[in-house]
């Protein structure tokens, strides 16, 4: 490695010893980090920002604050605990590797990153993270900030996400064998800072000296990404039935999108709008004005809304949920957004 490139590690270090965020899950100076926090911390992350997993994560933990205590907890609570912060699968495999730690690994993560690759849910990233900040273990961590970090120190003008090999191969020549956690953390707070998506501030960055995209003279052009391709439009409607000043709410299939979510019944998700195809009962519905939308990651949703009363026993399971409590239940996003009209005939 040539000379500018083998300084990276101290310089990034010394800056990071002086710039450091101070977060609800990162361990302070001379303490040990606590390995379910940073766990936990990194997998509230992904696809998700520090402003809004602060507040969750500590609701989260002064409800569960180790594995044994999420290992006892109710799936179901798990998941309205979760809700709305997306890419549920996320929530039911930490329930399962909490129960995995506390029967297998006597409630105690594996102090290994390939030790923690066997545990549910825990891919390659999660397992590098945790590995390198709870437990100091050398391990490459690449998230979205030390990707973009990473193709701009070495130029890297591959359009994501085929890149991605070529800066993890780059990643590697400049992770240090000592503090690899504090180096990890170190080039995630300078992603978040300061060599931003937009308008980096490259004269603040400590490793401008060694960065090929700043000597370019157009660091934001990099990393390059591919076009986005047009996601498919589906459609469905949401149904909100009521009955003695309550609403019935259905648990979605385990498998699939929002699954084991608490949420308000909906017919098919299709190509063209199903209408009150696959309604939750017979009765005489109102369709209001105007649709809720909201964005997966393989297609985009828009949902039509109605309400109706109960006639009849609905033709779903479920249970009635007190209308003036429906922010209690946990709902995702989507439906939360949709009870919030519905209950108000908006």
């Known amino acids: 490695m040539d000379a500018k490139r083998s300084s990276i590690p101290d310089r990034l270090l010394a800056w990071y010893d002086r710039h450091r965020r101070d977060l609800p899950w990162r361990a302070k100076p001379g303490e040990v980090p606590d390995a379910y926090r940073v766990w936990l911390s990194e997998v509230m992350l992904q696809q998700t920002t520090v402003a809004a997993v602060t507040p969750r994560f500590e609701a989260w933990v002064a409800r569960w604050p180790d594995f044994a205590s999420l290992a006892g907890a109710d799936e179901a609570d798990v998941m309205a605990a979760w809700a709305g912060l997306g890419y549920y699968a996320r929530a039911r495999n930490l329930v399962k590797a909490a129960r995995a730690v506390v029967a297998e690994h006597g409630g105690a993560f594996p102090r290994t990153e390939a030790g923690l690759r066997t545990l549910p849910g825990l891919g390659a990233y999660t397992a590098a993270a945790v590995a390198a900040i709870a437990f100091g273990e050398r391990a490459v961590v690449v998230d979205a900030n030390v990707e973009r970090v990473v193709a701009r120190l070495f130029a890297i003008t591959t359009p994501l996400p085929a890149a991605r090999p070529a800066i993890r191969a780059a990643a590697e020549t400049i992770t240090p064998d000592a503090r690899a956690g504090d180096f990890a953390q170190g080039m995630m707070d300078l992603g978040s800072g300061v060599c931003t998506v937009r308008a980096p501030k490259c004269l603040l960055c400590p490793l401008r000296e060694a960065c090929d995209a700043f000597a370019s003279g157009a660091p934001e052009r990099l990393p390059v990404k591919a076009a986005k391709k047009a996601k498919p439009q589906r459609h469905g409607t949401i149904f909100w039935l009521e009955r003695e000043g ?90 939360a957004k949709a009870a919030e009209r519905l209950r108000t005939g908006r």
């Open 246 to 335: 309550c609403v019935l709410l259905v648990r979605r299939p385990d498998k699939g999108l929002l699954g084991g979510m608490r949420a308000l019944p909906t017919g098919p998700w299709v190509e063209v709008p199903p209408g009150l195809a696959e309604a939750p009962a017979e009765t005489d519905w109102t369709v209001l004005n105007g649709t809720v939308a909201h964005g997966f990651t393989h297609f985009d949703l828009e949902l039509a809304l109605a309400r109706g009363m109960a006639e009849v026993e609905p033709s779903v399971a479920g249970e009635w949920w007190p209308i003036d409590a429906i922010g209690t239940a946990g709902l995702p996003t989507v439906f």
